[in-house]
């Protein structure tokens, strides 16, 4: 863009882009805010906005409940043991897919996809008897699995997009000097590909941290991660607004800025390549 | 170039990734096909295993079924308005010459990383409640009776808060697609005198047409599916009960399985006919 631009021009553009970007992140401000105020501050009529005794008293109160730390430690678990089992189970076969395609090559893929299109509910009560058949219900194992599953097609699908914009000439020469598959992956192909595993990692755990069906429907307490704990304050009693900005900033601060660092990767694992 | 010795690898190395995925696919699909075609009501200590289409019959003429089709209907429509319609003008503005772009960007993309049910319960609390939410004081404020979002328009209150989750998603992917315009065009289109609204709608639209295609189809598939903003808010009264939801119900609350597990393979049925179309954009774009 090499059009000169007067200063009057990009000042308007300034005003009304801060202006719906602030609008739009208001409700997380607003929680951001509320969750540092005492409880009868919060509902103070008219809103307090930035004046008031700032307080951590919400944080402390939350983390002093039974079972927050709890449901903290499901949700890492749950989200970082989904993702890397996932990648396990990944890497080989996008590996395989882009650098020896076959004829049914994306065919695979696209049957890949296409299970990720399944709605939740289609399986619904067979999993719940699965789960109780092997007595699984409410852990920590199952969620893992499922989670994985569910984000596989995505996982395989980006790491397979990465991969092939390695430049196959590289492993060519890797194998002329007669190195073996095993090497070629962990020597040459492995350094070349940690952006891009890195990227994907960090967008499942975005995903299996938020994913909001299986982890409330499969849990009770002792597997609950965030989105079922949170959603526990469904049905509140006396005032608990301060109490609810606390315990949902904390459940959502370490994605945010994980997802901050992940705008690129999420236009690229979310539309399957379909917009570039 | 590839050995025989490397694509017998190669098959190695995909088969565990097609193995759990074809497990996890047929194995619970067939038995919820299995269930659909049975009289089964644990709490009943009913087991039919085959009662042909009765489910699906019952489930399809049902008065709920249909309610839950057009609520599912309204709800999708209504968020995809405002994520396209917003993400448009989002993505244009985005574009625009600024100061702090990347801040206002960050800014914009947040909701995104939102949990669902911390959205839910901070829109239904904070905003939309009648007594202490912020609509209330901007009401009062304007001198206009507090309105019960949540039970006077539940459908419209569930629609904004998942059309502000999923802003972020559309802004985002057509914020690509307006960055991929060559200015050039805009440009000899802009010396040649044509007025704004025509470089949008002659030039501008049609390059996004695809990504906007691709928009519609994603949310769609993952918005048939929307469950934590319900399950939180409303729980599937006051009309805001679609048809994920009353699968859910059927099957986890009534425990009628073989009634809930029919409305399941619906489900999966229409959730096919959106996915085949995106499928094929997607396959299109694999061969480039």
Redesign the interface.
């Known amino acids: 863009?090499a059009?000169a631009?007067s200063p009057r021009?990009?000042?308007m553009?300034?005003v009304?882009?801060?202006f719906?970007?602030?609008l739009?992140?208001f409700?997380?401000l607003?929680?951001f805010l509320?969750s540092f105020k005492a409880e009868a501050v919060a509902?103070a009529?008219?809103?307090v906005w930035f004046f008031f005794d700032w307080t951590t008293e919400n944080y402390t109160a939350v983390l002093g409940r039974s079972n927050y730390p709890l449901a903290l430690m499901n949700s890492i678990v749950i989200a970082v043991g989904s993702t890397l089992l996932g990648i396990i189970?990944?890497v080989?076969?996008a590996?395989?897919?882009a650098?020896?395609p076959?004829r049914r090559t994306?065919d695979?893929?696209?049957w890949?996809?296409?299970?990720k299109?399944?709605?939740?509910?289609?399986?619904?009560?067979?999993?719940?008897?699965?789960a109780k058949y092997f007595n699984v219900m409410d852990s920590r194992i199952l969620l893992v699995v499922i989670l994985m599953?569910i984000n596989?097609?995505i996982i395989?699908w980006m790491l397979y997009t990465y991969f092939r914009e390695i430049p196959g000439e590289i492993l060519?020469a890797a194998r002329m000097d007669g190195a073996s598959?095993r090497n070629e992956i962990i020597y040459v192909l492995t350094p070349m590909a940690v952006p891009g595993i890195a990227s994907t990692i960090l967008l499942n755990i975005?995903l299996a941290?938020?994913e909001?069906?299986w982890t409330?429907?499969l849990t009770t307490v002792s597997a609950a991660p965030?989105?079922?704990f949170?959603?526990s304050?469904?049905a509140?009693e006396g005032l608990f607004?301060a109490k609810?900005?606390a315990a949902?900033i904390m459940?959502?601060a370490p994605?945010?800025v994980?997802?901050?660092f992940s705008?690129k990767q999420?236009?690229r694992g979310?539309?399957?390549?379909?917009?570039? | 170039m590839a050995t025989e010795h490397s694509k017998a690898s190669a098959r190695i190395m995909i088969a565990p990734a097609v193995f759990v995925l074809l497990v996890w696919m047929l194995v619970p699909l067939c038995m919820t096909l299995y269930f659909s075609f049975a009289d089964y009501r644990p709490l009943r200590a009913t087991f039919d295993a085959w009662i042909g289409f009765d489910n699906y019959v019952s489930f399809l003429t049902s008065d709920s079924f249909i309610s839950s089709v057009i609520v599912t209907l309204q709800m999708v429509a209504g968020i995809l308005v405002i994520t396209i319609g917003g993400g448009i003008a989002l993505a244009l503005l985005l574009d625009q010459p600024m100061f702090g772009q990347g801040i206002v960007r960050i800014l914009v993309i947040a909701p995104f990383f939102v949990m669902p049910t911390v959205s839910a319960l901070v829109w239904k609390n904070m905003f939309f409640n009648a007594d202490n939410g912020l609509f209330s004081y901007l009401w009062k404020f304007f001198g206009a009776q507090p309105y019960d979002f949540l039970s006077q328009a539940p459908l419209f209150s569930i629609i904004v808060i998942v059309a502000w989750q999923w802003l972020p998603f559309s802004t985002l992917i057509l914020l690509t697609a307006v960055q991929s315009l060559s200015s050039e065009q805009l440009e000899a289109a802009e010396m040649d005198g044509a007025p704004g609204y025509s470089r949008f709608w002659y030039i501008i639209l049609p390059h996004l047409s695809r990504a906007i295609t691709v928009v519609i189809l994603i949310q769609t598939i993952f918005l048939l599916s929307i469950f934590a903003e319900i399950f939180v808010t409303t729980n599937g009264a006051f009309g805001t009960r679609t048809l994920t939801y009353l699968v859910y119900q059927r099957v986890l609350e009534s425990q009628n399985i073989g009634l809930g597990s029919a409305g399941g393979i619906v489900a999966v049925i229409l959730a096919n006919i959106v996915a085949i179309f995106l499928m094929r954009i997607v396959g299109k774009n694999l061969d480039t």
């Open positions: 863009m059009r631009i021009k990009k000042m553009w300034t009304l882009a801060w719906f970007g602030l739009i992140f409700p997380i607003w929680t509320t509902i009529d008219p809103p189970i990944a080989p076969a590996w395989a897919m650098f020896v076959g994306k695979v893929l696209m890949m996809l296409s299970t299109m399944l709605p939740a509910v289609g399986v619904l009560y067979p999993l719940v008897l699965i599953l596989l097609p395989v060519e598959l975005i941290w938020n909001a069906f409330i429907i965030l989105t079922k949170i959603s304050f469904s509140p607004y609810l900005s949902s459940a959502i994605i945010l994980m997802g901050w705008q999420l236009v979310l539309t399957f390549g379909a917009v570039k």
